[in-house]
């Protein structure tokens, strides 16, 4: 599995931006997938994350509300929509694949496969 993400960029507080992943494997629909972030100077954390079909989501706390995860497997791609944004969101963001066919707990607990890069997310005051 490789993951390629995109979507970051600078935005005001209060705006939203969409975090994109394409996903490059035989059968994406096999991994749970999730999204994590780190801040500067603060160890990486969970996100969000979402089953084999997307019809489950998990959320953390922070992000609860404002985040919403999907995927669309005819494209292989997982998304992030972020609105409110606010500045403590402001962090690199990474996508990534649970191991294959593992369920969805796998990848709140932070047991992957694969790692995609990160996508820079700044959000002014």
């Known amino acids: 599995v490789q993951l390629q993400a995109s979507g970051g960029g600078l935005v005001q507080a209060g705006g939203s931006l969409r975090l994109s992943c394409a996903a490059s494997?035989?059968?994406?629909?096999?991994?749970?997938m999730g999204w994590f972030r780190q801040a500067p100077g603060k160890e990486r954390e969970f996100v969000a994350a979402v089953s084999w079909s997307g019809g489950s989501t998990f959320y953390a706390d922070p992000v609860k509300g404002r985040f919403t995860i999907s995927r669309d497997n005819s494209k292989n791609m997982v998304y992030l929509q972020m609105n409110s944004l606010k500045p403590e969101d402001t962090a690199v963001y990474y996508c990534?694949?649970?191991?294959?066919?593992?369920?969805?707990?796998?990848?709140?607990?932070?047991?992957?496969?694969?790692w995609g890069q990160g996508t820079l997310v700044t959000v002014s005051s």
């Open positions: 990534a694949a649970g191991k294959k066919e593992a369920p969805i707990i796998t990848v709140v607990r932070g047991d992957l496969e694969v």
């Open positions: 494997v035989l059968t994406f629909s096999d991994y749970c």
